[in-house]
């Protein structure tokens, strides 16, 4: 039953972005019809219309808006870039085909659309996103793969050709690539009672040698970095359709925090998105008190790294806490720390002694 209503809501899903892209379509050939310029309504994504929903615990976008217009010729070729990815996008849902950014970089030279680069296009892609409040996964438009899973999960996938094929994500020893069939398949089942994200492929690879999803009945997810927007949408789901809850393992410093918050609750670039977020997330470590705490290898912060610690003090998701805690202990230290530093006492160190420390001390917060 599960099953069938995911597969009613993403249809439902399908059906209204089509919906909206045709309407935008249909206003381009009744505004020239009219004599008169086509333009775009887009949600503004400027610093001063993103807020912190408190409610939601996410940035959203305010109410400010604008106008997108072919009239203006300051305007004219963002404009054009932004109808015809539009109608790509248009074509990709209904045909069923997937694309990366880069292809789209790329596709957009056979219809003589001028991208000065690939970062111009993505933006483009961000802006279709925001007009239609739709996530360019939805658009089958996706970046390459690099995050990975791994554990005792049986997935069901839905992508044509391999409808109702089930395969259980602990058969690979190296995990999965959270790719484009894997994102959108069904969650069938699993043992698992705990979701594990970590920053680290080389700590996910020792995970799985550990057999960390056995001894603490869980899924393990490598972010590779900051989680690709792929792998926020997948933690978030196990999390809500699963109902397993997530913990988070990244660097000791301040990027680190950060990976944690944006799994947490987002992050302002996508502000115009939802279902990105695992709210009740738990930041594990490295913290900077855990440096001190069990007397790690470190190396000195950069002058990009305090800047950056000031900069998240600004952050009302920093205010309080120990989100707050942590940045002034470790502007106080100026010094950080990775997660391989725990390979000092030992390469299993830091799954026999500190994984079950800190998810024991997780309990009290």
Known sequence: MKNKSNQRTAEAKKEKLLSLLQKHGLNIYDNLDQGKFPQFIIPSRSVNNIVYDKKLRQYILGNASAVRSSRNMSQLRSYTQLAWLAFFVNRLVREGKSSTLRDIYYSSQAFSIDFEDQPESDNIIVDLEAVTLSPREEFHIFPEERSSVFGDLTIEYTVPGYEGKRMNLSDHPDGYLIGP?????????????????????????????????????????????????????????????????????????????????????????????????????????VWATDIEKYKLPTIPMTESDIKRIYDLQKDPRYQEGNWKKQLEVFLKLKRKAELEAFSKYGLTNITDKYLPAKLEESKSF
Do not use: C
């Not at 069939?181 to 043992?191: I, K, M």
């Not at 056995?214 to 792998?231: E, L, M, N």
């Open 181 to 285: 069939s894997l994102s959108s398949a069904e969650l069938v089942d699993t043992s698992a009672e705990l979701v594990i994200a970590i920053e680290k492929g080389g700590l996910f690879t020792r995970f799985v040698e550990e057999k960390v999803h056995k001894k603490f009945k869980s899924i393990i997810v490598d972010t590779a970095g900051q989680a690709p927007r792929s792998t926020r949408n997948l933690l978030r789901r196990l999390n809500q359709e699963l109902g397993l809850p997530v913990v988070i393992l990244a660097d000791g410093d301040v990027y680190g925090e950060h990976i944690a918050m944006v799994i947490k609750s987002g992050s302002a670039n996508a502000a115009h998105l939802r279902e990105l977020t695992v709210p009740d997330a738990k930041w594990l470590g």
